[in-house]
């Protein structure tokens, strides 16, 4: 089992900036890809960005070039640097990490993102 705890969140102006840490802990040694993930009121959850053990980043296109995803497999930290941001990024951003050989994805609790313009 792994428990995620993100912070962070907060009210920020539009075209501010806010950073999103999660800390992994529990059975974290097999701990591939770690991701963000948002879901804004009456919409479905969708990926923000994510990294691979190996560094590799995928990102959405609405993010490209705005956000930065990174982590400190020491410290068991995913996280999310997030610049220019627009009313259209207020929404709960979760964390979510996925394990080599388990088939469950484990999520945190969500951190609330509120971009006022």
């Known amino acids: 089992q792994v428990q995620l705890v993100e912070s962070g969140g907060g009210l920020v102006q539009a075209g501010g900036s806010l950073r999103l840490s999660c800390e992994a802990s529990?059975?974290?040694?097999?701990?591939?890809?770690m991701g963000w993930y948002r879901q804004a009121p009456g919409k479905q959850r969708e990926l923000v960005a994510s990294?691979?053990?190996?560094?590799?980043?995928n990102y959405a296109d609405s993010a490209k070039g705005r956000f930065i995803i990174s982590r400190n497999n020491e410290k068991n930290m995913v996280y999310l640097q997030m610049t220019s941001l627009k009313p259209e990024d207020t929404a709960v951003y979760y964390c979510?990490?996925?394990?080599?050989?388990?088939?469950?994805?484990?999520w945190g609790q969500g951190t609330q993102v509120t971009v006022s313009s």
């Open positions: 990294i691979a053990g190996g560094g590799r980043t």
């Open positions: 529990g059975s974290t040694l097999s701990i591939n890809i």
């Open positions: 979510k990490v996925i394990r080599d050989g388990d088939p469950k994805d484990y």
